[in-house]
């Protein structure tokens, strides 16, 4: 039971309209388990549903302003869900090469020498994508997706709310992952998931 789980939706979207991390983090606690499971039935990747979600919960933070309290939080999230898969597939049909390794990331998950070469490469610039986020967030960020550690644990070692570790997360994916769209390269973005397991599994 979050600490809000007594308010009503109303004043909960109300307080995430102006920004309340609280009231943000009840609503991710409570819908981002649903929102992966139905992006994982729209895309049939598992990692790729995974970054979808949290570009989910990244627009409602980002657009928070437009909330309307009034109106039912799951289908506003599930539109936010369809509309970043259809802009993903724009994406895909764009670049052919591209489409070529979503087939094979689905289907084979990459023979094992193309894999080692892939996430060399990948570590490189996700490393560099890490040293560039603001200090709180890059520690957060390493201690909880690097190493491993539960929100609780990082939260009794800094001295922070779980809910603010969780918006650092997220701030942090979506820095990242505008980093490596800089590049030019979506598929290094969208092996985000993979290569933070291979770091962690290789330091």
Same mark, same amino acid.
């Given at each position: 039971?979050? &600490?809000?789980?007594?308010?009503?939706?109303?004043?909960? /979207?109300?307080?995430?309209? @102006?920004?309340?991390?609280? $009231?943000?983090? @009840?609503?991710? =606690?409570?819908?981002?388990?649903?929102?992966?499971?139905?992006?994982?039935?729209?895309?049939?990747?598992?990692?790729?549903?995974?970054?979808?979600?949290?570009?989910?919960?990244?627009?409602?933070?980002?657009?928070? @302003?437009?909330?309307?309290?009034? =109106?039912?939080?799951?289908?506003?999230?599930?539109?936010? !869900? =369809?509309?970043?898969?259809?802009?993903?597939?724009?994406?895909? $049909?764009?670049?052919?090469?591209?489409?070529?390794?979503?087939?094979?990331?689905?289907?084979?998950?990459?023979?094992?020498?193309?894999?080692?070469?892939?996430?060399?490469?990948?570590?490189?610039?996700?490393?560099? !994508?890490?040293? =560039?986020?603001?200090?709180?967030?890059?520690?957060?960020?390493?201690?909880?997706?690097?190493?491993?550690?539960?929100?609780?644990?990082?939260?009794?070692?800094?001295? &922070?709310?779980?809910?603010?570790?969780?918006? @650092?997360?997220?701030?942090?994916?979506?820095?990242?992952?505008?980093?490596?769209?800089?590049?030019?390269? &979506?598929?290094? !973005? /969208? !092996?985000?998931?993979?290569?933070?397991?291979?770091? $962690?599994?290789?330091?």
């Amino acid at each position: 039971m979050t &600490i809000y789980s007594t308010y009503s939706d109303y004043d909960l /979207l109300s307080l995430l309209k @102006h920004g309340d991390e609280r $009231a943000f983090d @009840h609503f991710y =606690q409570l819908y981002s388990l649903p929102i992966y499971r139905k992006l994982l039935k729209m895309i049939r990747v598992d990692i790729l549903a995974e970054e979808l979600m949290q570009d989910v919960f990244v627009r409602v933070w980002d657009k928070r @302003h437009l909330i309307e309290p009034g =109106q039912p939080f799951k289908s506003y999230l599930y539109l936010i !869900a =369809q509309n970043l898969v259809h802009d993903f597939y724009r994406k895909v $049909a764009r670049e052919e090469r591209l489409q070529s390794e979503i087939k094979a990331f689905s289907t084979e998950l990459y023979l094992h020498t193309e894999e080692r070469l892939f996430l060399k490469e990948t570590k490189e610039i996700l490393d560099k !994508a890490i040293n =560039q986020l603001p200090a709180q967030q890059k520690l957060v960020f390493n201690l909880c997706k690097i190493e491993g550690k539960s929100y609780e644990e990082v939260s009794d070692a800094l001295g &922070i709310s779980t809910s603010t570790i969780n918006g @650092h997360i997220v701030k942090a994916t979506k820095n990242i992952k505008d980093y490596m769209f800089n590049y030019q390269n &979506i598929a290094f !973005a /969208l !092996a985000l998931s993979t290569a933070i397991l291979a770091v $962690a599994n290789k330091k």
